[in-house]
């Protein structure tokens, strides 16, 4: 299920924001969301790339806590910066929402995860 969840949350939410809110030029705004996704070349730089059980919040340098805030001001500015704006938060949102998951289902693993604070100030 979370699996399903995280690429409905990466592929399908933008396409549901890119079809509501960018009527006229949805098919262009659904590509610069997708390519927004290139945002996750930065766990190339992760020994190892892949772990099942790592949160990529505050782990990999383009998901920091800085980077997201970052994300969050391009999507008062200028298009088409606004639109990679959302795109990027819409990522980090999905990426957090994973987290959750993790962190639900094997607390252990997130023991070392910073993202661990940001979850026990929400509960």
């Not at 960018?22 to 190892?48: E, G, R, S």
């Not at 500015?77 to 639109?83: A, D, F, V």
């Not at 990426?95 to 929400?122: A, G, T």
Request: net charge neutral; with cysteine.
């Amino acid at each position: 299920m979370q699996i399903f969840i995280h690429y409905l949350l990466h592929f399908g939410a933008p396409l549901l924001i890119a079809l509501i809110f960018f009527k006229k030029n949805w098919k262009k705004v659904y590509l610069i969301f997708i390519a927004t996704m290139l945002v996750d070349l930065d766990h190339l730089f992760a020994n190892p790339i892949f772990d099942p059980n790592r949160c990529s919040i505050n782990f990999h340098p383009l998901h920091t806590y800085y980077a997201f805030l970052i994300y969050i001001i391009f999507i008062f500015l200028r298009k088409p910066l606004n639109i990679i704006g959302i795109g990027l938060t819409l990522h980090m949102i999905t990426d957090l929402i994973d987290c959750l998951f993790m962190y639900l289902n094997c607390q252990e693993c997130s023991i070392n995860d910073s993202v661990l604070e940001l979850f026990n100030l929400i509960s």
